[in-house]
C-alpha cells in the first residue's frame, strides 16, 4: 500500500512540475485567439479522423495535440502530453466531470514551476476519444490556480495498445 501511494505521489509531482507551463501557455494561446473579432472560429477538435478504434490528431500550428474528450460522460478539451505522467485536471473541471470536492483528499505535495500545490489522487470512470473509450483511469486533481486546463498524460496513453506520432499526426489505436 505504501509503494502504491509513494508512486501515485511521484506521479503527481511530476506531472505537477509540467503542467501548470503546458496547459496555461495552451489554454492563454487558445483564448487569444477566439478573443479577437478577426479571428477565424477553431474546431473543437483537431482529429484528422476517428474511425473504429482509431483516432488521429493533427498538431495545432504550435504542434500541440489537441482533441475532445468525453470524460465521465462530459465533453472536455484536453492536451494531449506524451511527456506528462498522468492525467491532470483542475478542481473546477472535477466538478463539472462530476466528481465531488468532499471526496477528493488533498494528501500529496507537489512542486510545480509555479510552487508547491497540494494534489489529490482520483479515478475518471471512463475517458473517450472517437471509437476509444477506456475505464477506470488514473488522475490528479490539482487546484485551480495551479492548472488552467486539461492534460491528457500517460495514465491514459498506456492503456492503449499504440500511440505514435507521425507527419504531424499522433495516432491513438486501442
Known amino acids: 500500500m505504501l509503494v502504491r501511494l509513494l508512486t501515485l505521489a511521484a506521479v503527481a509531482a511530476l506531472a505537477a512540475m509540467v503542467v501548470p507551463n503546458l496547459a496555461t501557455t ?59 505522467s498522468a492525467i491532470a485536471i483542475n478542481l473546477s473541471t472535477a466538478r463539472r466531470l462530476g466528481i465531488s470536492p468532499a471526496a477528493l483528499s488533498f494528501t500529496a505535495r507537489v ?39 486539461t492534460l491528457i498524460g500517460m495514465t491514459f496513453l498506456s492503456r492503449l495498445s499504440s500511440f505514435r506520432v507521425e507527419d504531424g499526426a499522433l495516432h491513438l489505436v486501442r
Do not use: C, W
Not at 475518471?124 to 472517437?130: A, D, H, P, V, Y
Open 26 to 84: 495552451f489554454l492563454s494561446q487558445a483564448d487569444s485567439r477566439t478573443s479577437s473579432p478577426e479571428a477565424a472560429p477553431q474546431p473543437a477538435t483537431t482529429a484528422k479522423y476517428a474511425t473504429g478504434r482509431s483516432v488521429v490528431l493533427d498538431a495545432d500550428g504550435r504542434g500541440h495535440f489537441i482533441g475532445t474528450f468525453r470524460i465521465n460522460g462530459r465533453s472536455e478539451r484536453g492536451l494531449v502530453d506524451t511527456g506528462a
Open 111 to 149: 512542486s510545480t514551476a509555479n510552487g508547491e500545490v497540494e494534489a489529490a489522487p482520483t479515478t475518471l470512470s471512463r475517458i473517450e476519444i472517437g471509437g476509444i473509450s477506456v475505464r477506470d483511469v488514473r488522475a490528479v486533481v490539482l487546484p485551480d490556480k495551479a492548472l488552467s486546463g
